[in-house]
C-alpha cells in the first residue's frame, strides 16, 4: 500500500497557512512534506513530528529549543527554518524547499567525486559549519543523507541542530548504522560532543567521496562503534593511489581519534584546504604529474563521476533523467552529457519548435477544452461504476490488540495477520499504539491494517561509571535516561575522594555496567569518601585531629589495653577500623595502650636457685643469679635463694631483671 498516498495530512492545511501537497520523505524523528505557504506563496518543506513522539513533552519541548536554534542560522550553505508551530496535536518546522538530491544519492548513483568536487563540497559544508560553531551550535549527525545538492547548483546542510532531539528518542536499527558510520571516537564512548565532532565526520564523508566507501563497515552499529573507538582511519590513497597525498593528510588531521588532535574550528579546517587545493593547482599547472580517475574501458553510467550538464542515467523506462548542477566552483563545467541524453533533448527541442508552429489560436483551444471537460462529465454521470466505499480508520491507540480488531472489523477494514512493535513511553506493552494506515486516513473498505503494538518503554543500557568523578557519572545517567537516586559515602582504600566506588539498585544490590533497564529507572550511586587514616601510636589529641579531617569523631573507651610495642599513653586502634562498616560522621572507640603487661614476683624464698630461675623466666621475667656455687650444683639442697629483688608480691612489668641471691 502506498503510505504517501493515504497520508491523512496529504491535502489539509497546517496553522492556516500551509497547504500541505505531498509527502516527500520519512524518518525515524518526523515526515516531511512538499507544502505551499499561502501567506507568501512559495514552496516550503514542512516537518511533522510523528504523533508518538509529540505525546512526549520532554521531546516535544527538545525539539522547539532546538527548531529555534537553527532558525537563528542564516548562512547560502543551511537549509533556512521559516517557521515552527503547533496545530492541535501537530508539531512542525518549517523549511526552505530545495529541490534536488542529497550527496548520499549522488553517491550511490555515481560512486566517486574527484578531488576538485570532493574540495568543492567540503568548502561548502564547512562554511555552513563555520557559522554555526560561532553560534554555539553543534550538528551532531552530520552525514551525506543532511547534505542537500540543489538543482540550481547550491550545496546546504538539513536538520541543524535537530540531531540533538532525534538521538534521544529516534536513532535505532538502520537509522543508526547510517548515523554511526560518521559518530566521532568521544561520542562512541559517552563523552559529549562539541564542534570538532562535527569535522570528524566531515572527514569521514570526505574519505566516502573519495573512495565511494565508509572507511568502517559492519553488520552491527556496535561492530562500526568499536572501530571508530580504537582504530585510526584509513587514508583514501589505501584504496586510491591516485588521490593527492594532500588530501590524505586532510583526512588524517580531521579524523584524530583524539579532539585536541583535530582543527580547533571548522574555519582552521577551511583555511587550509584553501591552501591545499592551491597547492595541488600549482603542481598542476607546472605540468607535474596530476593524479586523475583512471577511465575503464567500458564505464558504467551509474559510477561515473557526475558534473554539472549531466544527466542521471534512467533506472527504469519510467524515469525521467534529472539533471545535477553545481555552485561549488567551476570543476564541473567540463564534462560531456551523456550521447542519448544529448539525443534526446535535441529531439526535445525539435518537437517543441514544430509544435510552436502549428499552434493553434488561442479562443480555438479554449473552445475544445470546455467541450471536452462537458463531455468527460457527462460521461461520467451516465457510464462510471460505482466505486468501492471509502471509510476512515479509527483511532484504536491505547486499546487492546481484540478491541482494537473488533473495532476495525466493525469499519470493514481487515487486520493484517503481521503485527509492527514499537518502544513506547506512554502507552503500556502489548497495548496498541496505532495502525498503518495511521487513524483518521481514508481508505477503502476490506483495506488491511497492520497494528502497530507497545513493546512498553525502551530500555537502556547502564553506562560505566564506576572511577569517574560524580559530575561524570551523573551526566552519562542523565544522557541513559536513568534516574538518579541516592547518594551515599564509604571509606575505600583504592579510590580518591569524590569518585564513584559502586552502583546499586533500589535493593541495595550493585548492577554491573551493560546491565538492561526500564528508561527512568532509579540507581543509587556510592562515592569514594578516602582512605581510613593508621593512627597506631599517635597521642589521643593527633588521632582524634586525623579522624575528624575524615568526618570521624573518636573517643577513648575501656581501661586501655597492654601493649609491648605502644608506649603507655598512646592509641593502639580505633574499632570498627574496616572501611564497609563505617560512614562518614560515625564514631568510633579509641584503644589507649598501657604499656608492656605487668607480672607478679612470687614467693620463692628457700627453694632451689634452679627452681627459681624457671618460674621467673616463665613469666617472662630475666633472672640474674648471685652466688658462688657453680651452676651445675643449683638443683642441690644447699642452693638454697636467700634473697629476690624486686621482692616478693611486687607487680612489675613483663621483661624485668629480677636478681636472686644464694650465700650457701
Known amino acids: 500500500m502506498n503510505n504517501a498516498a493515504t497520508d491523512p495530512l496529504v491535502g489539509t492545511t497546517i496553522d492556516k ?27 516550503v518543506a514542512v516537518k511533522v513530528m510523528h504523533p508518538h513522539l509529540a505525546a512526549d513533552a520532554q521531546f516535544t519541548a527538545r525539539f522547539i529549543q532546538e527548531a529555534r536554534q537553527a532558525a537563528r542560522l542564516s548562512h547560502p550553505n543551511i537549509v ?46 564547512l562554511q555552513g559549519l563555520d557559522l554555526a560553531h560561532q553560534a554555539g551550535i553543534v550538528h551532531r549527525d552530520l552525514k551525506p543523507e543532511n547534505i542537500l545538492m540543489a538543482d540550481d547548483g547550491r550545496i546546504k546542510i538539513a536538520d541543524f541542530g535537530l540531531a540533538r532531539a532525534a538521538s534521544h528518542n529516534t536513532q535505532t536499527g538502520q537509522a543508526l548504522l547510517g548515523t554511526v558510520a560518521y559518530l566521532s571516537p568521544e561520542l562512541v564512548t559517552g563523552s559529549p560532543a562539541d564542534i570538532r565532532s562535527d569535522l570528524y565526520a566531515l572527514g569521514i564523508m570526505m574519505f566516502e567521496m573519495l573512495t565511494g566507501k565508509q572507511p568502517f563497515i559492519g553488520d ?11 582504530a585510526d582511519v584509513p587514508v583514501p590513497s589505501e584504496i586510491n593511489p591516485d588521490i593527492p597525498d594532500e588530501l590524505d593528510d586532510v583526512i588524517r588531521w580531521a579524523t584524530q581519534r583524539s579532539p585536541d588532535q583535530r582543527p580547533a574550528h571548522a574555519r582552521a579546517l577551511l583555511d587550509h584546504i584553501i591552501r591545499v587545493e592551491q597547492e595541488i593547482k600549482k603542481r598542476v599547472s607546472a605540468g607535474e604529474p596530476t593524479r586523475v580517475m583512471p577511465a575503464a574501458e567500458a564505464p558504467d553510467e551509474r559510477t561515473k563521476v557526475l558534473r554539472p550538464g549531466d544527466v542521471a542515467p534512467r533506472t527504469s523506462a519510467d524515469d525521467e533523467p534529472t539533471e ?46 470546455l467541450t471536452a471537460l462537458v463531455a468527460v462529465g457527462i460521461a461520467i454521470l451516465l457510464f462510471a461504476p460505482r466505486g468501492p466505499s471509502i471509510v476512515s480508520v479509527p483511532d484504536v491507540s491505547g486499546t487492546t490488540v481484540q478491541e482494537a480488531g473488533d473495532l476495525l472489523q466493525a469499519t470493514e477494514l481487515l487486520v493484517s ?41 525502551e530500555p537502556t543500557a547502564l553506562p560505566a561509571v564506576v572511577g569517574l568523578q560524580l559530575e561524570q557519572s551523573e ?19 583504592t579510590a580518591q575522594p569524590g569518585v564513584v566506588t559502586d552502583v546499586t539498585n533500589e535493593a541495595g544490590v550493585s548492577i554491573a555496567p551493560g546491565t538492561q533497564l526500564e528508561a527512568e529507572a532509579v540507581v543509587n550511586l556510592v562515592t569514594s569518601a578516602g582512605s581510613l587514616p593508621d593512627v597506631e601510636g599517635l597521642t589521643v589529641e593527633q588521632a582524634q585531629a586525623a579522624l575528624k579531617a575524615l568526618e570521624l569523631q573518636g573517643v577513648v573507651g575501656g581501661d586501655g589495653e597492654f601493649s609491648e610495642t605502644i608506649a603507655e599513653g598512646l592509641v593502639i586502634r580505633y574499632t570498627p577500623s574496616t572501611n564497609s562498616a563505617l560512614d562518614p560522621g560515625d564514631t568510633v572507640t579509641l584503644t589507649i595502650s598501657r604499656g608492656p603487661p605487668l607480672v607478679t614476683i612470687p ?21 640474674q643469679v648471685r652466688t658462688v656455687l657453680p651452676e651445675d650444683s643449683w638443683s642441690d639442697s644447699r642452693a638454697e635463694v636467700t634473697s629476690v629483688e624486686p621482692g616478693e608480691g611486687q607487680q612489675v612489668p613483663i621483661g624485668t631483671t629480677v636478681t636472686i641471691r644464694s650465700f650457701a
Do not use: C
Open 80 to 125: 533556512n527554518v521559516f517557521d515552527q508551530g503547533q496545530d492541535g496535536e501537530l508539531t512542525f518546522i518549517v523549511m526552505e524547499y530545495l529541490p534536488g538530491i542529497t550527496l548520499r544519492e549522488l553517491l550511490t548513483d555515481f560512486g566517486v567525486l574527484t578531488w576538485e568536487q570532493t574540495l568543492d563540497v567540503v568548502k561548502a559544508i
Open 417 to 457: 495477520d503481521q503485527l509492527d512493535q514499537e518502544f513506547d513511553d506512554a502507552i503500556p506493552a502489548g497495548f496498541v499504539i496505532g495502525t498503518d494506515p495511521a487513524a483518521g486516513a481514508e481508505v477503502e473498505e476490506e483495506t488491511s491494517v497492520t497494528l502497530i503494538i507497545s513493546q512498553g518503554v
Open 220 to 230: 552491527q552499529a556496535v561492530t562500526i562503534a568499536y572501530q571508530h573507538a580504537n
Open 324 to 369: 545535477i548542477l553545481g555552485r561549488a566552483g567551476d570543476v564541473f563545467a567540463d564534462l560531456e552529457v551523456p550521447d542519448y541524453a544529448e539525443t534526446s533533448l535535441a529531439q526535445e527541442d525539435v518537437a517543441v519548435e514544430a509544435t510552436r508552429r502549428q499552434r493553434p489560436s488561442a479562443g480555438v483551444w479554449w473552445a475544445f477544452i
Open 17 to 43: 497557512r500551509y497547504l500541505i501537497e505531498d509527502r516527500i520523505a520519512r524518518g525515524g524523528m518526523a515526515s516531511v512534506y512538499r507544502g505551499l505557504d499561502y501567506r507568501l506563496e512559495r514552496p
Open 603 to 623: 614467693d620463692v624464698l628457700g627453694g632451689t636457685i634452679r627452681d627459681a630461675v624457671d618460674t621467673l623466666e616463665n613469666l617472662g621475667l630475666e633472672v
Open 475 to 493: 551526566a552519562r545517567l542523565d544522557d541513559a535516561r536513568l534516574t538518579l537516586g541516592t547518594v551515599t559515602r564509604k571509606y575505600s582504600d
